[in-house]
């Protein structure tokens, strides 16, 4: 056989769904992938936990394996492509196969949250790829994006709706006036949210992919429980009341911005003008928008999860990373990301507008006593609502604001003063507001 | 000097608005750039028509030259960058360079639609890269995505929002109940549309980005002239009006739809239900949503046109080209683009639903005989709205449909009975409708 014909093999590390779509997917194409790479994919060994347990039928089972040395050990092997999940061991077995001068190619989101710069330079050192559309993003191809078409540019801000769950609950919310926690209820009945959802709705699971994002787009080494995050659960029905009464609708975001003076990330739930970019996403699907210098906007808007989106991710990633191989030209897409030393800005020191709830008690002076709490902190009130309940409901009155462009730390110290003062019922509520 | 340091020498041909916007790139990024690439990126002369033209201040004047011979005699140069539009000198200018295996970043959206293939096929000859993010939707990545991201899949179906001149039109007649004239007028007055506009409110430059697209996501070979093409200038104030009562915005969309007997292409103004994801793009900005078989959906929005963003998709071209020259590995981009065999089918074969309307006088009996012409040609009706003008106004009834889905042809057949019909006050309208 000519080198020419000799296929790329490929150690396959986790068979579970989305490793059943890439092997779905390898079979599918086989003609027109071998054409694009100029040599036929092969998959060479798969690394499973159980061998007894049921896989796609394409799948021929006389690979599977629970060795791992099985794979490692073969010479034969090109190309890893990781989709167990996890840190523990896909770190190891990652770290071996570029040892080994593999390329890799990873869906895991944990792990390059946690590792990925380590990850970028030991591939670096050794020569060979490490790839991870499939990280973040499902199938949305925002890292190809960041690190090759807007290689040329420079990115200022990149907002992203990056959780599917959260995202649908707060749809659902602001579309039926439904409480979060029937919302949550909803989710979990039609399969979006977890049984325990503590890593979506916290906003969690958000910001392991701002981690991954942010080292793409500005090379940024984000150590872990560095991100100031909310989640959704903050949120209550009423809040998407008055923000459509303000002109906004309330989305998680991840947000990331470059000032003069380092990087600026936080994910939390955020007022959004009614006409901005990615108000109109809807449900559980998740958008990413970049702004560059000279790019300007820049959407991607698709499915953030799922099995079949993530296989397209990775699998666009094994053919890139196979072809380099194959002209010997791997290592390539790699050097395309480039890890800097990039400081991370506190909360405290964020500029923003925010939308301020405070349930009172209905005595005369209480909407004094707030604005001076705020004023006394350099905060400038741009509109406010006093919303009176019903006669004899017993509820508390709502004072809902809007502040101009104000310091967090300002607004934090006078949120503090107010939380003493005695005319509150309930939790003060702020939230955050961006303006496109 | 080492091979390790010897730039990437460029030859630039032309140098309007985007080749300055190239040139100014080159110079912000040239530290970052180079480390990319693996060698800096060196501009060794520049193809002008004139020597005395103001030209960014980036610029090095003393590279300038109008004989076209002093770059292909040049054996430095390792790339040609193209943005002088237009298909001739360019196309041999192109030829010329591939001939000297030299790769390409080509910025040319007429060239690219019109010869294309031919131009792909000679780079895959010559072994070198072409590349064109540029020729198509400005700095929206569509190009990387699809021969890229996409590699992995199918796609099934593209729409597009692909001309910003007429989504601007329709977005103004939308929001204000404006006449065509007068957004048009709005449009020139504001530079967003030229003072011969006919390229862009007849349809034909979104039929030439469709032919692109449909190159790259299908490997299609679209001649000249051979996608059924309608623009905006067919779109009345009242189509807003009826659009808009039945939960539909009219955009103008370039589709691309494949099916078992091959592919359906076409431009025209269209009704988008109000909720789905290219109905919010609105004004300038472009958007082309993809559908993948196993991708799902994914919507890449962005600046349609516009010098920098287009520089910034030129260069994110010349980082990747230049970069695979430096390690030995031109063509490697090229290949990702496989002309295929590829059938394209008739409009009159296309199944879509049809909004219709029809300015009648207001007798007994009309309904029934248009009713009655679209039930013979066995296309049914779904809603009829029937507006009687204000009494005395001396403005014909508008009598408004929504079908169910029918066939092109049949329909054509139907408007053909009822056009011969008396009771007609003006032309006839037909809008077809795609439902996400």
Redesign the interface.
């Known amino acids: 056989m000519s080198e020419a014909e000799r296929a790329v093999r490929i150690g396959l590390l986790g068979c579970g769904t989305v490793g059943g ?1 890439v092997v779905q ?1 390898l079979r599918a ?1 086989a003609a ?2 071998a ?2 790479v ?1 040599a036929p994919l092969e998959i060479a060994r798969v690394l499973v936990k159980s061998l007894a347990k049921d896989r796609v039928p394409e799948l021929d089972r006389g690979l599977l394996t629970t060795s791992a040395d099985e794979l490692f050990d073969d010479p034969s092997i090109d190309v890893f492509v990781e989709v167990m999940g996890g840190v523990s061991p896909a770190q190891a077995y990652l770290e071996r196969a570029i040892d080994r001068r593999c390329s890799v190619v990873t869906a895991n989101k944990m792990l390059l949250a946690l590792h990925g710069p380590e990850l970028i330079l030991r591939a670096l050192r050794s020569g060979v790829d490490l790839a991870f ?1 499939g990280s973040v993003g499902g ?3 925002v890292v ?2 960041l690190r ?7 990115i200022k801000r990149l907002t992203g709706i990056v959780n599917g769950t959260s995202n649908y609950i707060l749809t659902a919310m602001s579309q039926t006036g439904m409480s979060f926690a029937d919302a949550l209820k909803d989710a979990q009945a039609k399969g979006y949210a977890e049984a325990d959802p503590a890593l979506d709705i916290g906003g969690h699971d958000a910001a392991h992919k701002l981690a991954i994002l942010a080292l793409i787009a500005f090379g940024a080494r984000v150590p872990d429980g560095s991100i100031p995050t909310e989640g959704v659960d903050r949120v209550a029905a009423i809040d998407h009341q008055f923000a459509a009464r303000f002109g906004f609708v309330i989305k998680h975001l991840a947000i990331a911005r470059r000032t003069g003076d380092g990087l600026e990330l936080r994910v939390h739930p955020t007022l959004l003008p009614r ?1 901005s ?1 990615l108000a ?1 996403v ?1 449900g559980v ?1 998740n958008s990413i928008a970049l702004e ?1 210098e ?10 953030g999860a ?1 099995d ?2 993530t ?6 990633d ?3 990373v196979a ?2 191989r194959r ?3 791997a290592g ?1 897409l790699t ?2 990301v ?1 890890i800097a030393p990039c400081p991370l800005l506190s909360l405290a020191d964020v500029t923003t507008r925010y939308y301020l709830r405070f349930a009172v008690n209905d005595r005369p002076g209480v909407l004094a006593r707030i604005a001076k709490a705020l004023g006394d902190a350099n905060v400038s009130i741009e509109q406010v609502v006093q919303e009176r309940p019903a006669e004899g409901s017993g509820a508390p009155v709502q004072v809902v604001m809007l502040t101009h462009d104000a310091v967090e730390r300002n607004v934090q110290w006078a949120m503090g003063e107010i939380r003493q003062q005695d005319f509150l019922e309930g939790e003060t509520q702020l939230i955050r507001v961006e303006d496109a």
């Open positions: 779509g997917l194409n027109s992938f054409e694009r100029g559309e199938g949305i191809p190809r994006v090759d078409a807007c290689a040329s540019d420079r006409g970019n109109h809807d699907l560059g000279a790019l300007g906007p820049c959407i991607l808007t698709g499915r799922g079949m989106p296989a397209v991710s990775v699998v666009s094994l053919l890139d072809r380099a002209v010997g030209a390539l050097r395309g480039r």
